[in-house]
């Protein structure tokens, strides 16, 4: 089968290179541009640009940890709460810290989770730097906060971040079983706040995102695969059934929407999520 699929797929590249010019010379006619829509949409499905946690892989994810009672996990970007709610039916007695900025949001995270001692929030952000930053988002809570404009929200406000490091140390924290980071092109930044204590044996497992945000952020893959593998982390894409651990490759860097992993190089939780899948060459 895997003869077969390199054969056409040869194939393809091969047509491509030789006859792609004439969807570009006619690319204005409508059945040209029909097939370029339905190609993205069909990309976008096969990459997993889904913010669908049920379907997208992260309630996998969560499933598939092995937590217990009394284990501490970090929601960075915590947005109203839904998701530490999914996460506390399939691991009830972990200790969440939860961090969100948006007042609006703070509020009904509260509504949500206000009695639950388990659930401790934080009114503040984690970033590389302490210190007072402008944030932007929608009027009534948002799901896109975020400190950098990307042109989806209509109010501004002044927030304060820490770095997890310090945070850490003063609440006297030395092991986070899972952190889960939301941060809307932030997502680097807060991973490097942690400095010395970004490490598997301290932070034993790390969702992140990746998207089109970065773009205004300045953000590259390259930069997670970087810092993270010098810490002895192994980097994978979450799909529905597998997380795809591969090593960098430029090709990856097509800003979908993507939720990525980090554990540690040859660990037996790296073995569980990726389910079977074994990395061959793109």
């Known amino acids: ?22 969807l570009a010379r006619h690319r204005q006619a409508m059945p040209v541009r029909l097939l370029a829509t339905t190609s993205e949409c069909y990309l976008n499905s096969f990459k997993n640009r889904s913010y669908d946690s049920h379907h997208n892989g992260e309630d996998r994810v969560q499933s598939l940890l092995p937590l217990k009672k009394g284990d501490v996990v970090f929601d960075v970007g915590a947005n109203v709460g839904k998701y530490i709610k999914r996460f506390l039916n399939r691991h009830p007695g972990v200790v969440f810290h ?5 007042p609006d949001n703070i509020s009904k995270f509260l509504a949500m989770h206000g009695n639950n001692r388990d659930v401790r929030l934080h009114k503040f952000g984690l970033g590389e730097k302490a210190g007072e930053f402008t944030a932007h988002a929608r009027e009534g809570g948002s799901q896109t906060t975020s400190l950098y404009d990307f042109g989806m929200g209509d109010k501004t406000f002044v927030i304060r971040c820490e770095t997890g490091e310090e945070f850490c140390r003063r609440e006297g924290i030395d092991r986070v079983s899972f952190m889960k980071i939301d941060t809307e092109g932030h997502d680097l930044r807060v991973l490097k706040g942690f400095g010395e204590m970004l ?26 695969y970087e810092l993270l593998q010098s810490r002895g982390y192994a980097l994978g894409k979450v799909y529905p059934r597998h997380v795809e651990f591969t ?36």
């Open 1 to 22: 089968m895997e003869a077969i699929f390199n054969f056409f797929r040869s194939a393809v590249w091969k047509l491509g290179r030789r006859y792609g010019y004439l």
């Open 98 to 102: 939860a961090f969100e900025i948006d």
């Open 199 to 224: 490490r598997p044996e301290n932070i034993e497992c790390i969702q992140f995102e990746y998207n089109e945000i970065s773009v205004t952020a300045r953000v590259w893959l390259a930069e997670f």
């Open 247 to 282: 090593p960098y490759d430029v090709r990856l860097e097509d800003h979908r929407a993507s939720n990525y992993l980090a554990v540690g190089k040859a660990s037996l939780l790296q073995e569980r999520l990726a389910g079977g899948y074994v990395w061959k060459e793109f």
